[in-house]
């Protein structure tokens, strides 16, 4: 950040404290004269399943979608034929080259005290192990500092990181830097408890990454009840050993797309707000909540209001974004796409939490935006979305809302998320139509508004 | 029932009710009597997770333990071991014989509309198909009736049941009859989905049975979400197609034991309490809950009442029932060794719904017999086991509670026991040791004051 942007941040800050008490006034003002129609936006929104039936048709149908796979580039073909159907306009996929992992077979075997196949995922980005594996001692270590304790024990040793689930925050480091840190010390390989806050016996896959100055070593996650087993046998002073197969590789890059539609603004279409979810997943379960149900329910607003024949001042512009889950090419290619139009970005929407139960949005944006949305907040009352709090929007808009467009993220209960999270229990049935319903209707009343209302959303100074 | 037996019961039930308050205040003299000693019970149980390490390392080490393998067999002799170590007494093994049911390789395949595995078990006792396989489509039905509707279509096809959890009783139907239902309309096989209050994509196996007039057919569970799938995908009015390979096969009946050990009583050792669960599991996961908890908490008693110095009157035994999943051959087979003792035998105490939070028990006895247990529940208080109502008592305690000695079975938080229950993830961690040091406390009180107390429980006639 240079001078310049600090100064003008500051500025913005003291403008925006200053000015909170009017912008929020503003803003009421603004939620009561869209009170009607957003009434209207969220009846016709709950009136059917016709997004939770959607999802369950492209997820049905076409199954996980990992960047470079074949069933993603069907799924997007199919999107785009379906957003045409609709009536969208400027249907259309942008080039997106994206990573190619591919996981190949892969087992981890109890070999003893006593022989017995584990529950396991290996992690995105991983190495291979040679064709017969890797067998090795296990050392099992509840930290990065109990494994700087134990490195001389380390060495030449498989490491199973069994760490349990805090926050997503924290117990990620494991899956992300594990394995450059067990490498460190020696290891020929890396464990971890999968990153999950419920398990029966689904591992949980996820991105992992190597450091150019540290040996790669295979990684890869265990069922958490098979951590645990591990741990207590360990613990119990016996020797366990593991062999670890996997014949994960990384291809060249392949095309993809971020494929988006639109309706167009009535009276500035050139001012866009942008909404969306990432149409990748991981390469197990179906990728339903994660994250085929915020990206059907962002496409499902423009259909709302098409169907109402709501067309608002500015274009609103879904966009399902690619390669969200391991490298996040997509929501980075957008904004290279459209850098000229950055500035007339006005909002940039996503939902990324699982489409459960609404309880608000968070906020990325000077404290004015932040105030201006958390006056549109009563007419979110009848569905239970009123929780607007200053936070990060999501990944795919961080590349918007770094560049200064005002970033919105679906708030939702997320009491069962990381249970189902990269596993093989993502699947359309942990979805429900009422609470997806309910997300859109949350989604449409806020795109709607800042898409129509006669002021822009403050903005902030790029990062 | 005879005319005698009925005038029995009859004279035992006028008796019961003129009897129940007399006796419920007897009860609770005799509760007040014997508080400072249970209170010391409780304390002793409650002080350490012995009874928790004892599970983990029995199932870390012998796995899951079907009727007929080598690791149920093994997990005996180290019982005995164990026992022995122990200083209980008359520690020993009764023989019975058990089925001998082995799944072998097994697999579901969807092969259209895409090509998908399922997640299946197959369901214990099915026959196998043939090598290659049964390819047929998949017809959907709810429920009994709906099979019966759409029977025409059924002929020559796959029968999926999928019908959603209600209760245990009601849904385990389809497990139990849904072959010999499918076969009858001319099934080629029947898939349901796993008899589970919650999913993560982890199969429910559990046992069916067939009928000597009906065609045997094939029988698996899908996972809960692997049967919505084919619901769905059937429903769009799509073809789906499966290919089920199974090689299940029963063998011979196999040699196992019924392990016991015992407390001597000091006055009456011929009068006994026996208390116990059952060592045998379904082949998945450690069969911990169901029912490794049970049998280790049944034993932990007679360790915690000798830690304690205590011998009451009348004998307590513990008896690890073997084979209670696929044929209940351990409690019959008890009952018919001590059958010249079953007069002696003052009460029959089980524990298989897993060691969560204990509530209370059930009672399975006459009405004085249910008050005298009521009268004895402020002994519970300090652990919230104090609900005592009439009731089952166990599989396992059946032969004897239909024979008339009183039976009580532990009652503990269910919530989750569906979830787990015959399945990859009936594992070790899912088990508390707070939660199950509170149910040894909870079944060393009941056991240890019936044991002891003047009079022996009122009896019922056999059934």
Redesign the interface.
């Known amino acids: 950040m240079t001078m310049r942007q600090l100064f003008l941040r500051a500025s913005l800050t003291a403008l925006a404290l200053a000015a909170a008490t009017p912008a929020q006034s503003t803003a009421q003002s603004l939620a009561e004269r869209y009170r009607a129609t957003t009434d209207r936006i969220i009846a016709a929104a709950l009136s059917d399943s016709a997004a939770y039936a959607r999802v369950?048709?492209l997820t049905?149908?076409f199954?996980h979608r990992l960047s470079g796979s074949a069933s993603l580039e069907q799924a997007l073909d199919w999107i785009i034929t379906e957003m045409t159907r609709d009536g969208l306009e400027n249907v259309r996929g942008e080039p997106v080259m994206v990573p190619r992992w591919v996981r190949g077979r892969e087992s981890a075997t109890l070999v003893s005290?006593?022989r017995?196949e584990l529950?396991m995922l290996g992690l995105g980005g991983s190495i291979a192990t040679s064709a017969r594996g890797i067998t090795a001692p296990v050392v099992v270590v509840t930290s990065f500092d109990d494994l700087a304790r134990k490195s001389a024990e380390a060495r030449g040793k498989i490491v199973l990181f069994d760490v349990p689930f805090t926050n997503y925050g924290a117990t990620v480091q494991y899956r992300s830097r594990g394995a450059v840190e067990a490498a460190k010390v020696g290891a020929v390989a890396v464990l971890i408890r999968s990153v999950a806050s419920?398990?029966?016996?689904?591992p949980h896959t996820g991105a992992m990454r190597y450091d150019s100055t540290v040996k790669r070593i295979p990684a890869a996650a265990l069922s958490?009840?098979d951590a645990?087993?591990l741990h207590?046998?360990y613990d119990?002073g016996e020797r366990v050993v593991v062999t670890l197969r996997m014949e994960a590789k990384t291809h060249p890059d392949a095309p993809s797309r971020n494929v988006m539609g639109e309706l167009r603004g009535r009276e500035l279409p050139d001012e866009v707000v942008v909404l969306g979810g990432h149409i990748d997943s991981w390469d197990v379960?179906q990728g339903a909540m994660d994250d085929a149900g915020g990206s059907v329910a962002a496409w499902e607003v423009l259909r709302v209001l098409k169907r109402l024949g709501l067309q608002p001042r500015r274009t609103i512009r879904v966009v399902l974004w690619t390669n969200e889950e391991n490298g996040l090419r997509g929501g980075t290619a957008y904004r290279d796409a459209h850098a000229a139009e950055l500035s007339k970005h006005v909002l940039a929407m996503e939902s990324d939490g699982g489409v459960f139960a609404p309880e608000g949005f968070s906020v990325d944006g000077s404290d004015e935006a932040v105030a201006v949305m958390r006056g549109l907040a009563p007419l979110l009352e009848s569905i239970g979305a009123t929780n607007i709090r200053a936070g990060g929007a999501g990944a795919d808009v961080g590349p918007l809302t770094a560049a200064g467009v005002p970033g919105l993220g679906l708030q939702v209960d997320g009491t069962r998320y990381f249970?189902?999270h990269h596993?093989?229990?993502d699947?359309?049935?942990k979805l429900d139509p009422r609470e997806m319903a309910q997300c859109v209707a949350a989604m449409a009343v806020m795109a709607y508004v800042v898409a129509d209302m006669p002021e822009t959303l403050p903005r902030r100074a790029p990062r």
């Open positions: 369950a048709l049905d149908k199954g005290p006593r017995r529950r419920n398990s029966m016996q689904n958490v009840e645990m087993l207590r046998t119990r379960g249970w189902y596993s093989d229990a699947t359309m049935d």
